[in-house]
């Protein structure tokens, strides 16, 4: 059964920093791309960040490119999203899953919400 375990998600200050972690379970981690998403109240659920399966390449969206950092450990089956100088606007649950696991058969995690205020 795949799973996508989520943790680390809080409550942080603006420019503060943050570590979100995702364990994953039920395929074999180490072929798989893994993505970060995220969910805003009242907004469709965004893509964050991509990391390819080997950990080479990255990708990130716009509003978080120079902040935030993918990085994977396939020796733990976790992928893991920091997050420093964070904006109000990063408030949403964040969500960790295979690109092509979620599309094909909609596998998410339950998330990690991160609030952003002071």
């Known amino acids: 059964q795949v799973q996508f375990v989520e943790s680390g998600g809080g409550s942080v200050q603006p420019g503060g920093s943050l570590t979100l972690a995702c364990e994953a379970s039920g395929f074999t981690f180490e072929y798989y791309p893994m993505a970060w998403y995220r969910q805003a109240p009242g907004n469709e659920r965004e893509l964050v960040a991509k990391i390819s399966y080997d950990g080479t390449d990255r990708n990130y969206a716009a509003s978080v490119k120079g902040r935030f950092a993918i990085s994977r450990n396939n020796d733990k089956n976790t992928v893991y999203l920091q997050m420093n100088n964070v904006k109000p606007e990063d408030t949403a649950v964040y969500y960790c899953?295979?690109?092509?696991?979620?599309?094909?058969?909609?596998?998410w995690g339950q998330g990690t919400r991160v609030t952003v205020s002071s």
């Open positions: 899953t295979s690109p092509q696991l979620a599309a094909n058969y909609n596998y």
